[in-house]
């Protein structure tokens, strides 16, 4: 059976189809049957921070997001609070500790506000965690199952890069806001008169950081533990500057629907982003989430109108007349990018636009990509110099380059 026949629950409440997500993130076509560690989609992404309440408002009133569950010491939980956001297809669980021993905060005293748990969806936890322990993965948590009056929730855990997990989830038997221990719960907050229904549909992929020379390993990892694919490299000059490298490979589940870029640093004259958040972090992470929208024009709009800040792209990327005749014709014309800093590059299955977030936290970690795909299937690789030079300008001016 084809994985990608049918929509994820959270898809099909998005109301969103297969067409839609093809051009979204990229889907192809998938058959489960001799896969060791089908993977459905994503599930929900858990982020350990310093105030959930403040980050969930940041979330909801910046990014769009809607509050649809809760847990806390109002829900029995003394241990932290935990926000539930969605948009679209995506889900944020927004964490901070209330009791002062709770590992949530000993977590964000390490690394900052980052990401701590990348959950997937997949058809037998069982399965999955029988084929990961046979290769080596280190499994945190036990398939067992986790109940309340809506049904039944199988999950596991195993152990990833750095201090990132991956919860393995089975909700098909389960019709809850989100998990046993979790209540309902809107939100006042009210979006701005014409503010878009939603800003981004879906999660295209998330970006790893590891230590040099750790790189393959995890690519090995994802291939042997979790049955990922190779997707892409980029090494030499297809990711460098005059003054810092990195090298990166790509990792993607059957049927695309999880993609995770890989990135190390490599030798430069400075400091390369991936040192700097190596540095800051603490260790291995994750860096940027890409999310993934059908109107980035819009999306960028909405964001800068709550404060939200891109890089700065400078007028000669879009001058260039290498790009204008590499690119050809896109769907909106190049002064409208330039206007906003979105970047296009185009591959031989077609093209994609993107543009990055400033770090979104006090530390100079995690940020986001907006990218809006036409087709391609790749990650921007005419756009990593432009990129990385905007990286550096930043960097140069936090005094870590």
Known sequence: MSVNDTLTDEEKLAELDLATLKQLVGLVEYDSA????????????????????QTAHFFQSA???????????????????AYVLKSGAIKFVIKGGVDPDSEIIAHHA????????????VPDVDKCVEHARAQGATVLEEPHD???????????????????RHTLVNREHYTGPYLPGFVARTSAHRKRPGAPKRIFQALDHIVGNVELG???????????????TNMAEFIGDDIATDYSALMSKVVASGNHRVKFP???PAVGKKKSQIDEYLE??????????ALATNDILQAVDALVEEGVEFLATPD???????????????????????????????DEDGYLLQIFTKPIGDRPTVFFELIERHGSLGFGKGNFKALFEAIEREQAKRGNF
């Open 316 to 346: 000669s990327y879009y001058s260039d007349p290498e790009l204008r005749a590499r690119i050809g014709n896109v769907r909106v014309p190049i002064e409208e990018l330039q206007k906003r800093g979105i970047l296009v590059d185009r």
């Open 146 to 164: 986790v109940s309340d009056e809506f049904g039944t929730v199988r999950i596991a855990a195993i152990a990833a890069y750095g201090e990132t």
């Open 280 to 289: 800051f972090y603490r260790g291995p992470g994750a860096q940027h989430l």
């Open 262 to 264: 890989l990135n190390e």
């Open 63 to 81: 990014f769009g997001m809607e509050l649809i569950a809760y847990s806390g010491p109002e829900t029995g939980n003394r241990d932290h609070m």
């Open 34 to 53: 001799g896969d060791p560690f089908p993977v459905t989609g994503w599930d929900a992404i858990v982020w350990a921070v310093g105030n959930a309440t």
């Open 110 to 121: 390490r690394h900052g506000d980052g990401i701590a748990d990348i959950a997937l969806t």
């Open 214 to 228: 750790a790189m393959d390993q995890w690519v090995d990892f994802y291939n042997r533990v979790m049955g990922f």
